[in-house]
Antibody
Framework: EVQLVESGGGLVQPGGSLRLSCAAS????????MSWVRQAPGKGLEWVSA????????DYADSAKGRFTISRDNSKNSLYLQVNSLRAEDTALYYC?????????????WGQGTLVTVSS | EVVMTQSPATLSVSPGERVTLSCRAS??????LAWYQQKPGQAPRLLIY???TRATGIPARFSGSGSGTEFTLTISSLQSEDFAVYYC?????????FGQGTKVEIK
C-alpha cells in the first residue's frame, strides 16, 4: 500500500523558513517522480514543484521560483521542500504526491498534507 | 500557463441522478487530463487519467471523455459517497494547472 506522510509544517512569521518532509513507503520510491501541491484554506489545488526520479530535474510554479527548493533522498525514501521568504499567501496545506506516467506525469497518490501558516 | 475552467461551480443533485461536469482548457492539452475527487478533510483521489481511463479501484459509474480543450466527467448514477468537490488537471504543459473545482452537493 502506497503511503505518503508529510511533516514539518507549522506557524511561521512572514519572511521565515520551513523544511517540509514527506516519508514514502509501499512503492519503489527511486523509480517515481514526486511533486508538491498546495491548497489554501477553502480554495483549490495549486501545483508547486516537481522532481524527477533521480533528482536531476526540478520544476517550479512561478509562485515558488527563487523561494522554494525541492529535493529528495532516495536512500531514505524521502521528499523535501525547503520554503523560504514565506508570505501570507503561502498559507496552505502542502500535499506530497507520487507521480506516475501515462503520456505525461500526473499524481496518482497523495499524502494527507502538512499545514503551513504564515502569520505575525 | 494553461487555464482550466470548470463548470458549473456547484451542482445540486439527488442520489441516483446522472451528473455531468465540464472542464475546458485555454489551449489544447491533448488527452493529458486527469480528474480528482476530494471530500472534506481528505486528500484528493485520482479518478480518471488520460481523459478517459479509470484509475485502479474506481467504480464504473465514473467515466471521462474529451480531448484537446473540452472534457467531461460523468457519474452515471450518483451515490451518497460521491458528494464531493471534483477537480480537473492538465499535465500536458508546465505548470500543471488545476481547474477551480466543481462541488457536487445534495439537493
Amino acid at each position: 500500500e502506497v503511503q505518503l506522510v508529510e511533516s514539518g509544517g507549522g506557524l511561521v512569521q512572514p519572511g521565515g523558513s520551513l523544511r517540509l518532509s514527506c516519508a514514502a513507503s509501499g512503492f519503489t520510491f527511486s523509480s517515481y517522480a514526486m511533486s508538491w501541491v498546495r491548497q489554501a484554506p477553502g480554495k483549490g489545488l495549486e501545483w508547486v514543484s516537481a522532481i524527477s526520479s533521480s533528482g536531476d530535474r526540478t520544476d517550479y510554479a512561478d509562485s515558488a521560483k527563487g523561494r522554494f527548493t525541492i529535493s529528495r533522498d532516495n536512500s531514505k525514501n524521502s521528499l523535501y521542500l525547503q520554503v523560504n521568504s514565506l508570505r501570507a499567501e503561502d498559507t496552505a496545506l502542502y500535499y506530497c504526491a507520487k507521480q506516475t506516467f501515462s503520456s505525461g506525469w500526473y499524481p496518482d497518490y497523495w499524502g494527507q498534507g502538512t499545514l503551513v501558516t504564515v502569520s505575525s | 500557463e494553461v487555464v482550466m475552467t470548470q463548470s458549473p461551480a456547484t451542482l445540486s443533485v439527488s442520489p441516483g441522478e446522472r451528473v455531468t461536469l465540464s472542464c475546458r482548457a485555454s489551449q489544447s492539452v491533448s488527452s493529458n487530463l486527469a480528474w480528482y475527487q476530494q471530500k472534506p478533510g481528505q486528500a484528493p483521489r485520482l479518478l480518471i487519467y488520460g481523459a478517459s481511463t479509470r484509475a485502479t479501484g474506481i467504480p464504473a459509474r465514473f467515466s471521462g471523455s474529451g480531448s484537446g480543450t473540452e472534457f467531461t466527467l460523468t457519474i452515471s448514477s450518483l451515490q451518497s459517497e460521491d458528494f464531493a468537490v471534483y477537480y480537473c488537471q492538465q499535465y500536458n504543459n508546465w505548470p500543471k494547472t488545476f481547474g477551480q473545482g466543481t462541488k457536487v452537493e445534495i439537493k
